[in-house]
């Protein structure tokens, strides 16, 4: 349901994942082509079954991150264009309080989820760049990419409204696989215009100072859209970690890669060697959860390293207890 790069190796330090190198053509580059409604609609379908996931992560996109991003380009965006400071700061300040009373954490998000990281190749659509990946709230992301859109829109046709009505096919095809509230979306669309406005100067474009403005006229017309009444009945919880039940927690403990990226630091801390394989060694039903044996393979200097690790996932609550 989703296309990513399959993952090929995990490095400790600095914690990255190797994913397979893939073949495909950004989507901002295909806004004329004769495929991008299709395009964009298996882009929707894919960011919304993204969104439906359930997944241990341990990074946050809390509110702070949101409020401190709009911050800092806003003070970028007044600098540049000193003649808009009120109108900026007018819709910055709008930004912040509505995003305060209206965000909600959710849902694993991509958190730098636009045009230019979705990859295609003929109609295939796979995301990439997943390095921001955290728990946030999922209009993030859907308000990103509507944003994103207007860019290509802008240099491709010299018109910001040109890819309105691939906009609205997005929105629709996410509305049909997950459930959010519209207005929310716009508003984290206008935050997003706000903060690409300037991206115009910061890579000096001959025409930056129209750009600028126009961006920021579209943010305030969009933000004027997320006013209007709510019409979805969404629970206003903001969680501030993942709800995971006994059966998924189970289901990951059981996934040897991602225990292996899980007990790598631990291992690396505890003995100073560098995990190389991690394998389920098996699992056993207990009155309360489970319990699992892992065996566990790597090098410690020039020495061999071997260890066996058990865990277990308990029925209730979402603690587990590791020993060796």
């Known amino acids: 349901k989703i296309g990513l790069a399959r993952p090929g190796g995990f490095i400790i330090e600095p914690r990255l994942t190797f994913q397979e190198k893939i073949a495909g053509t950004r989507l901002g580059s295909l806004v004329d082509s004769p495929s991008i ?11 919304a079954n993204f969104h439906s996931l359930s997944i241990p992560l341990r990074t946050r996109r809390r509110l702070k991150d949101e409020l401190a991003s709009i911050g800092r380009w806003s003070d970028v965006l ?10 900026i700061r007018v819709l910055e300040s709008k930004l912040k309080s509505n995003i305060e009373e209206r965000m909600r954490m959710c849902a694993p998000v991509h958190a730098d989820f636009h045009h230019t990281n979705v990859l295609v190749e003929d109609t295939t659509v796979r995301l990439i760049d997943l390095d921001e990946m955290a728990y946030g709230d999922p209009c993030v992301d859907v308000g990103r ?6 860019i290509p829109s802008l240099r491709a046709f010299g018109d910001i409204t040109a890819l309105d009505a691939i906009q609205e096919r997005f929105l629709e095809e996410y509305l049909k696989i997950r ?6 979306i716009r ?8 903060t690409s406005a300037a991206s115009a100067f910061r890579i000096q474009r001959p025409d930056w100072q129209r750009e600028v403005e126009i961006i920021c006229d579209q943010a305030e017309r969009t933000f004027t859209a997320s006013q209007a009444p709510s019409i979805a009945s969404l629970p206003p919880a903001r969680f501030d970690h993942p709800q995971l039940s006994a059966d998924e927690r189970l289901n990951w403990a059981l996934d040897e890669t991602y225990m292996q990226a899980v ?3 631990c291992i690396r801390e505890s003995y100073g060697a ?3 394989t991690c394998k389920v060694l ?12 892992y065996t566990l393979q790597g090098w410690a200097g020039d020495n061999r390293f071997k260890a066996a690790v058990s865990g277990h996932i308990l029925d209730k609550g979402e603690s587990k207890q590791l020993y060796y």
């Open 37 to 47: 409604d299709v395009i964009v609609t298996r882009t929707a379908h894919a960011i």
């Open 78 to 87: 007044v600098q540049v264009r000193p003649d808009l400071q009120r109108r």
């Open 145 to 150: 990419f509507l944003a994103s859109l207007r």
């Open 179 to 184: 459930r959010e509230e519209v207005r929310n």
């Open 187 to 194: 508003l984290f669309e206008s935050a997003s215009l706000l």
């Open 263 to 265: 007990l790598a630091p």
């Open 274 to 276: 560098e995990l190389v």
């Open 282 to 293: 098996k699992s056993k039903q207990l009155k309360n959860g489970h319990k699992v044996k």
